[in-house]
């Protein structure tokens, strides 16, 4: 079995055809796109309101709605645009870790977003998140961008920029974030790939993000063990990203110490979601990947 196969099987891809047209994007780009002409020749079609989130247009509030309910929401529409999906994947070396690894887990997945946005007559486009500046002395957290994709002729091109990621080194995830949203020239769906276990400012990165037209998902990827950590007595621990060498004593006061700061930042991604109209899916590398690309698609707030 290829690489290229790997990430995408011929199972994997039935189960994408049979929920591909379930996903929606709430920004575009503005740029008339190849789906744009099955629909009405250039025309806007109202789909659905959504809540308003804040850094939404309030050109696009519903105010007639607003006097109705006395809550603002959003228009939306089945516009004839061109929708750009942007992938960012961390390649830092906390990705290194896990059977199957997160890296290989944040690859699969990003291509199956990216499948279903091409099959989609969209656009798609791999970014891979790592510091550059120890790879080339450039001060980027971008190592990849790749070139935008479009509709399924541009499903190679789209894996092969995924088979350039690998994990290594450090990140800074919330440079990657604003790095990504200045080479972006309209706004799209933005889906970042992580275990967000960076300590940057990637909340105020996202919400700049938000503010700036973008649709944002956030996939989180984690192991059995780093939520479920089943460990005990004297280590030596070494930072994956860093390679420092930490001396820890793990009893069950630092357990729950680890846990109650996962769960603490598993709650602050959830309640930034909830309050800028994003989602939000957490998975377990040992999870199946179709369950996962199931609530991305429904746009859940896991």
Not at 28 to 50: K, L
């Amino acid at each position: 079995m290829t690489a290229v196969s790997n990430l995408l099987d011929a199972s994997f891809v039935r189960q994408l055809e049979a929920i591909r047209r379930r996903l929606q994007v709430r920004a575009r780009s503005g740029a008339v796109g190849d789906h744009a002409a099955r629909r009405r020749g250039g025309a806007a079609e109202f789909q659905e309101h959504r809540a308003y989130a804040p850094g939404d247009d309030l050109r696009r509030v519903d105010w007639a709605a607003f006097a109705r309910t006395g809550e603002p929401v959003l228009k939306l529409f089945r516009a004839e645009e061109d929708v750009v999906v942007r992938l960012l994947v961390d390649g830092s070396a906390s990705l290194d870790f896990g059977e199957p690894s997160k890296i290989e887990v944040a690859r699969r997945l990003a291509a199956a977003f990216g499948y279903m946005a091409l099959a989609g007559s969209q656009r798609a486009q791999i970014l891979l998140a790592k510091n550059r500046s120890q790879i080339s002395g450039h001060n980027a957290s971008l190592e990849h961008v790749g070139t935008p994709r479009r509709g399924r002729a541009g499903l190679p091109g789209l894996l092969r920029d995924l088979l350039r990621t690998d994990a290594g080194g450090t990140l800074d995830l919330a440079r990657s974030i604003e790095q990504t949203v200045g080479l972006s020239p309209r706004p799209g769906l933005l889906v970042a790939l992580s275990d967000f276990f960076d300590g940057g400012p990637v909340l105020s990165a996202l919400t700049r993000a938000r503010a700036a037209g973008h649709d944002v998902a956030l996939v989180q990827i984690v192991t059995r063990s780093e939520i479920e950590p089943d460990l005990e007595g004297d280590y030596a621990l070494s930072d994956s990203e860093t390679g420092e060498l930490v001396d820890v004593t793990i009893d069950p006061s630092a357990i729950e110490a680890y846990v109650l700061r996962f769960e603490g930042l598993v709650e602050e991604l959830r309640a930034w979601c909830r309050k800028h109209g994003a989602s939000y899916v957490r998975t377990v590398t040992d999870e199946p990947l179709e369950d996962v690309v199931r609530r991305f698609v429904a746009r859940t707030v896991d």
